[in-house]
DNA sequence: TGCTCAAACGATAATGATTCTCAATATAGA
DNA sequence: TCTATATTGAGAATCATTATCGTTTGAGCA
C-alpha cells in the first residue's frame, strides 16, 4: 500500500502525498514535470498547492522512491522508480519517450569512470531524435 | 582569426563578440555557465552586459562554434566547439569535469534509437562520480 | 574618411521554474 | 481526545534566462 511507502520512507501519510504517489503510479505517461502532477491532479478535481507538489517531489526523491532527469527541454522530469535501471530516448518532434537499458553501455561507463580515476556513483543518458510513431506531428505516410 | 569565426557564422565582428569568443578559446576551464562567463571579463576588466553575454552564447551555439549541456547542477554549461565530439564526467564533490569518447558507447547508442523505431539527432552522456585528484575536497591521503 | 541604417548593446523589466515564508491545519502518538 | 509537531497552501521571493527599448556601433558606400 502506498502508506507502506511512505512510512518506510521516514513521511507522514498525508492526502496530499498520497494523492500525487498514486498519480506516479497510475498515469500512463511515466515521465512527467511537477507542472504536469499539478495540473493532472486538479483535472481530475484534487487540488493541491503547487508548493506542495514540488516538496513532495523533492522528498520522494530523497527517499529513493521516484527519480529525477534533466532533458534538453529544461524542465525537470520526474519518474516513479520501479523495476531496474534504465536509460531514455526523447523524440524531438512530440516528446514521447521511450525507455532502454544496454549492458554494453553500462559496462563501458563503469571502466571510462575508472580508467579516468572516477567512483562513478550515477550518470544520465537520453539519446535525441524523431520517431516513427503514427501520431508524430513528422511522421511520413 | 576570431574575427573570421564571427564572420563566416553570420554574425557582425563586435567588440563584445570578440571578447567572449577569446574567453571561451583562452580559459582553462573549457566548460562555463553564462554567469561565469559575465564575471570573468568583469574580472579581467572587460564589462559586458549580462543580457549581451546570453545573446552571444545563444548566437555561437546557434552558428555551430560552440555547444551546451544540462549537467544535474541545472545551469546550462557552455563550451567551446573543437575537436571532435566527446561526452563528460563530473565529479560530485568538487565540480571538475572531464572528457572522454568510446566509440563502442557510439555505437549502441545508432543500434538502440534503430532498434527503438527513432533516427538518432543527439545524445547527452554524463557520468557522476567522485575524482581522486589531489585537490578535491574530499581526497583521501 | 565620413554617412547611413540596420544590427547590436546594455540596463532593466518580464518571464518561467522552483523554493521559501508563515499562518492555518492535519497527523502521530500519548 | 489532546498535544506537539510536521505539513499544507497562498503568495512572496529567488534564480536563471529572455524580452524590451532607447542608445550605440559596425559595414558598406559616397
Ligand atoms: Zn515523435
Ligand atoms: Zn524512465
Ligand atoms: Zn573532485
Ligand atoms: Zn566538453
Known amino acids: 500500500m502506498d502508506s507502506e511507502e511512505l512510512r518506510n520512507a521516514g513521511l507522514?501519510?498525508?492526502?496530499?502525498r498520497l494523492k500525487i504517489l498514486s498519480l506516479l503510479e497510475n498515469s500512463a505517461e511515466r515521465h512527467m514535470t511537477a507542472e504536469t502532477v499539478y495540473r493532472l491532479l486538479a483535472e481530475g478535481g484534487e487540488v493541491i498547492g503547487l508548493a506542495t507538489v514540488y516538496?513532495?517531489?523533492?522528498?520522494?526523491?530523497?527517499?529513493?522512491l521516484i527519480t529525477r532527469h534533466h532533458f534538453d527541454s529544461?524542465?525537470?522530469?520526474?519518474?516513479?522508480?520501479?523495476?531496474?535501471?534504465?536509460?531514455?530516448?526523447?523524440?524531438?518532434?512530440?516528446?514521447r519517450v521511450e525507455e532502454f537499458y544496454d549492458k554494453v553501455i553500462e559496462e563501458r561507463q563503469r571502466e571510462i569512470a575508472a580508467s579516468l580515476g572516477f567512483t562513478l556513483s550515477?550518470?544520465?543518458?537520453?539519446?535525441y531524435g524523431e520517431c516513427n510513431s503514427p501520431d508524430c506531428p513528422g511522421h511520413q505516410g
Request: glycine share 10%.
Open 74 to 95: 529544461g524542465q525537470t522530469v520526474y519518474e516513479l522508480e520501479r523495476g531496474p535501471h534504465h536509460d531514455h530516448i526523447v523524440c524531438i518532434r512530440c516528446g
Open 55 to 64: 516538496r513532495a517531489l523533492a522528498q520522494f526523491e530523497a527517499a529513493g
Open 122 to 127: 550515477d550518470h544520465a543518458l537520453t539519446l
Open 12 to 16: 507522514k501519510v498525508t492526502i496530499p
